[in-house]
């Protein structure tokens, strides 16, 4: 391993947090993200200066609209790979997911946005092995999300998802399915690709099941596309 590609390793003690209800960043994913509000302008405009490590986290169901709400102790860091500033003065970012972490405390800090320390340990697996897809049940995955997909009228590029690695895939269909917060923290949390991908085909089969039983959709995803 060269000096630069140990230094580009490196994930620092201390990183800024998004916190964003039903969003998670997962690693060797892409996560594009405007940035509007002037805390987390400050925030982006801090990470381009430094090391550009941004975490993702989300909000603790029923935290409501607070200012600082409390968030789940387990978050998706990325660097920022894609950056432009806009005419209406916003930000277009895309985070390249390195690793999970764990929230060890969260400091007193003067900036606008919220700061902590991180713990990368627990989640090295992240960057130093490859997940392995033996055993996963792909057919099953995909044939409950083609029947999902269709029945919710989301529109897919079905050849791309059909063709798509398995690692690559279910982190894909993680990050962009209309879960709920708590969904979307299992998936975030899960050991590893495997229990990613027997919670990802329990979801997508409780969702079908939920829509054929005349449910309806209580996760507003119909806006979404996959790609």
Known sequence: MTEDQTREDALP???PIFPLSGVLLLPDSKLPLNI????YLDMVRDAMAGDRIIGMVQPL???GRSDKPAVYDIGGAGRITSFEETKDN???ITLS???RFAIIEELPVTTRYRQVIADWDRFAADRWSEEDAVGIDRNRLLTALRAYLELAQIP???NAIATAETGPLIASLAMICPFGPSEKQALLEAHDLFE???IMTALVEMALL???SGGGDDQGGDDHKIH
């Open 156 to 158: 897919a590029e079905w």
């Open 13 to 15: 003690a201390r990183i």
């Open 36 to 39: 509007f509000e002037p805390r």
């Open 210 to 212: 939920h829509r054929a």
């Open 61 to 63: 169901p029923r935290e």
């Open 97 to 99: 997911g390195l690793s």
């Open 196 to 198: 990613r991908s027997r």
């Open 90 to 92: 916003r930000f277009e």
